[in-house]
Each structure stands twice: as C-alpha cells, then as structure tokens.
C-alpha cells in the first residue's frame, strides 16, 4: 500500500522560503511542457544512483501548452513531474504517469510506490 511522503512541502509562491519543491508556471519558450531542476540555492547530498537536491524548482512552460491543454494532460504531466521531484525515474511501464509522453494517466504504479516507500521508509 502506498503511504504519502512525509515532510514535504510545497510553494506556489517564489517570495516564500523554505519549501523543499518551488512550483512555477511561467513563458519560458522551452522546448520542454514542463522539467524539474534543483533551486539556485539548493543544498546537494547522497551518492549516485541516489543524489537529492533540496529544494527543486518545478516549472510549467505556458508558451508551450498543447501538451497540457486537457486536464488529463495537466494531471498527467503534475503526476510525471512532481514524481520527479520525490526522486522517480522514467519508466517503462505504459501505465504509469513516469512513461515518457504517455498523457492519458495520472497514477504511479506498484513499482513506482514500492521505489518511493523504500526512498522515503518511515522508522518503527
């Protein structure tokens, strides 16, 4: 069973501090829908396969919205994005919002769920 991840929060706002995720939605004319990327003043830690960066900048390109324009493509490429943000990779798996161009869904798969629980494992 999937449980939430703790301790995360998150920020609208880019005058407010310490978010550990800074959301924007902005014309950047990028190649890209939308990306994740650690802040300017972000702190660094851990070791290949496993670095983090805190806090991330997730950024919504508004100059580029025909891969966003439904709101199943909007939740598709939040669920992709902020999968990123909590350390998800691309998938392989059709089925879950880390595929790749894939705007038809919104969830994280078993495995996706399995590999947050086993980054983010709550003590006993």
């Known amino acids: ?8 929060s998150c920020s609208e706002a880019a005058g407010s501090s310490g978010a550990d995720v800074y959301v924007y939605d902005n014309t950047y004319f990028s ?3 939308a990306w994740t990327a650690c802040y ?8 290949d396969p496993n670095k983090w960066c ?10 580029n919205q025909t891969g966003f ?3 199943a493509e909007g939740r598709y ?3 992709h994005e902020f999968g990123h943000t909590l350390g998800l990779r ?10 790749t161009g894939q705007a038809t869904t919104s969830v994280i798969t ?15």
């Open 1 to 8: 069973m999937y449980e939430p991840v703790a301790d995360v």
């Open 31 to 33: 190649q890209y829908w």
């Open 40 to 47: 300017s003043t972000a702190t660094f830690g851990g070791a």
């Open 54 to 63: 805190k806090p991330q900048a997730l950024r919504f390109d508004l100059s």
């Open 69 to 71: 324009d439904t709101p």
């Open 77 to 79: 490429l939040g669920c």
């Open 90 to 99: 691309h998938s392989y798996d059709t089925n879950s919002c880390m595929f």
């Open 110 to 124: 078993t495995h996706d769920a399995s590999t947050l629980n086993s980054h983010y494992e709550i003590p006993d």
